[in-house]
């Protein structure tokens, strides 16, 4: 299994406190992604990074930001949080195809996913 | 716009029973191709995927996948479905256009009846 530790895994807050998520990975990979799970919608992309302090968003990104600022570390922050942020988020990181490295297969790996309660 | 699709969000199948699960995107190029499961609680694992070469893929537990580049689709299969296979299945596909991006579809819950 690829080395992807998402911190915290489980987290309850209040409506309009800040709370941030943090994937750590040990692969070196460069590109690094986070996802919201909700029921019927699968897999929605909020932001990815594809370098250090290099990111994009996806298509969910209002109410999220995130942070790169090592290779191994890709933060997500909710600003003030929302009832409507209430879900399963998970990171994941991928590397084209290639190399030596035996994950560098093109194909995301996944984090085991942090759920976040907003009440 | 770049998208995926999977218009069945629900499929119930006898164990036995041949499965195709339906997946369809939205790109200008040929992307890169995936197939996810989820078991309930569980994290996502990779069924398969397609880069480039040979349009019928084989993965693990028995599925394959069949890339159409003139219906942009890249559907699901497996000749006998086990009970098993009852999960969540999703559709992925990265477009590799300067940078890659993952879309997922929405995905389709599989139940097999005993």
């Known amino acids: 299994d690829a080395g992807i530790t998402q911190s915290p895994r489980h987290k309850v807050t209040e409506t309009g406190t800040p709370v941030t998520l943090r994937c750590h990975q040990t692969?070196?990979?460069?590109?690094m992604y986070w996802y919201r799970q909700d029921p019927g919608h699968g897999l929605r992309l909020i932001h990815y990074s594809y370098g250090v302090k290099d990111t994009d968003k996806g298509e969910v990104s209002d109410g999220y930001s995130v942070s790169r600022s090592k290779t191994e570390d890709f933060l997500l922050t909710l600003e003030s949080a929302t009832s409507s942020q209430t879900s399963v988020y998970f990171c994941?990181?991928?590397?084209?195809?290639?190399?030596?490295?035996?994950?560098?297969?093109?194909?995301?790996?996944f984090g085991e996913g942090s759920r976040l309660t907003v009440l | 716009a770049q998208s995926v699709t999977q218009p069945d969000i629900h499929i119930t199948v006898s164990e036995g029973a041949s499965l195709e699960l339906r997946c369809n995107y939205s790109y200008g190029a040929t992307p890169y191709l995936f197939w996810y499961v989820q078991s309930p609680g569980q994290g996502l694992q990779l069924l398969l995927k397609y880069f480039s070469g040979d349009t019928l893929v084989q993965g693990i537990k028995g599925f394959e996948a069949e890339f159409k580049r003139s219906q942009s689709s890249f559907n699901l299969r497996k000749p006998s479905v086990h009970w098993s296979d009852a999960a969540e299945y999703f559709c992925a596909v990265a477009f590799t256009s300067g940078t890659y991006k993952y879309i997922f579809g929405t995905g389709t819950r599989l139940k097999v009846l005993a």
């Open positions: 994941a990181i991928s590397a084209p195809s290639g190399g030596t490295l035996r994950t560098n297969t093109g194909e995301l790996f």
């Open positions: 692969e070196n990979h460069r590109y």
